[in-house]
């Protein structure tokens, strides 16, 4: 029988000017199909004495001495006598793959590369049963996220790899992020119970995953009620003001000084004691207006920012929903903020989200939940001139969150823009197309282990692909997304559609 070795022999190892060397080989490709099978980006193998070795294929050149001077392919040329008629040049045509070692396989261990490869060693196909153990796949109950890129695997993410330590998309617009998430979330949803199911907590900016509460169990394999989608519009969403303190007020207001901060927490424990039933800002507004003991100017400032804050309409005497009641395990909870326009009433509502979900996962009284933060840029941004309310809460928990199992799924179109604080947080990032410079350098920056090769090819991935980086996978790993098994009914998906749409209303 013929060994994997035989089977998928690619070619063999050259040398270059530098190598083969502890972190790069080139090999030459044997003839025939292997020529242009091999593609850029696939995994090969080595098999050496201590181990395997690991490598990506970069690159791939191609040369033919026959064409190595114009002027002798002109001269043929015009004689019109092209060279392939006269000589057999397709003998003498090879191509070379550059490849960069990745790391090594050792006794079913991924290990670093400390030593080169021999110029004559025989290149082969990686077999996939060993790339899944070698990227840390987890094969029997990972999240199916899509194919592992030139390979015929399945990407299965660790759960616990992908999220337990906080998860940033990156990309621009269009390239695919908010339908990864939709295939993310499916592959949460069909998790079973002995499983462990996680629950889900997605701030939908743009309303574009409403869809959810639409789709059957049934439609993806699972038993009825298998699991639960809830839909909260933002104009629904009532924070209660007697659960606000000082401080509390201060993260909902940019600027307030530690006075003004004294004198309303004053207020606030003395209104406490009146109305035992709840109160609104508009009874703390009439109290500070006739309180002498607090400066006039104080006075007035607070009762100016209590004002811009009651007319926000999102502050009552109850809680509506409770946050404490609506976090379920095998349950996602939409937060529809696309009735909103004003950024600062999406801020509030994120903050007093992020505020209510940390608070009650220290104290144990919520199971573990996953934060999804579309445009999250927007409510934790890099600029202290940018208006941000919820950032110091998100930072908490990108920084403590972890720990006990509140995390984070932040998504960007413009990661320059996002807190590097945060950033730095997430062990992992899925990176889908990206062309501005600025981004592509931050990437680099703020994500150990991404080599300038992978950075390079962010700019010409394609919709629906993916690099992965961090914990969920041993080596940066390129990952074609797969089609949603549910898409959401009447929306359109081009122009075309859309006006064609519009005319028969
Ligand atoms: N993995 C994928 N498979 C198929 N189509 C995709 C995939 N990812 C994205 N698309 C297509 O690209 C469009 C834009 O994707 P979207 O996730 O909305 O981009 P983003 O959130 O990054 O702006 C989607 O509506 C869908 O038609
Ligand atoms: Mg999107």
Redesign the pocket.
Known sequence: MESHQQRHQLGTVVCTNEGPNVSEFSFVLEGGTNETTVRRGEFVTIEAEFGLVVARVQDLVRTNRYFQHAEAVREYQSRGEPLRSIFPTNRWQYTIAQTRVVGFWIEGRTVRPYTTVSPGAIVTRADEEMLAKFLKLDMDEGLKLGTVANHNLEFRASIDRLLSKHLAIL?M????????VSVMLEEILSRSQDTGRLSVVVVDVHGEYSYLKDVDPKSLGLPEGAFEVEHIRGSHIQIPVHSLSAESFSSYIAGMSGVQIRDLRRSISDIRTRFKDGYTITDIINLVKDDETISKNTREALVGWLITLEDTGLFGKEASPEIIDIIRPGKITLIDLSDFVSLKKKQIIVSHLAGELLYYRRQGRIPPFLLVLEESHQFCPESRQELALPKARIETIAREGRKFFALLCLIT?RPVKLSTTVLSQCSNQAI?RCTNPYDLDHIGRSSEGIDRASLNAITTLE??EALFVGETVSVPTFVK???RRFEPQGMA?NLTEAIRKAEKK
């Open positions: 990309a617009s269009g390239a695919g992020k908010s339908y990864f179109q889908l919709v629906g997304i797969r089609t998906a």
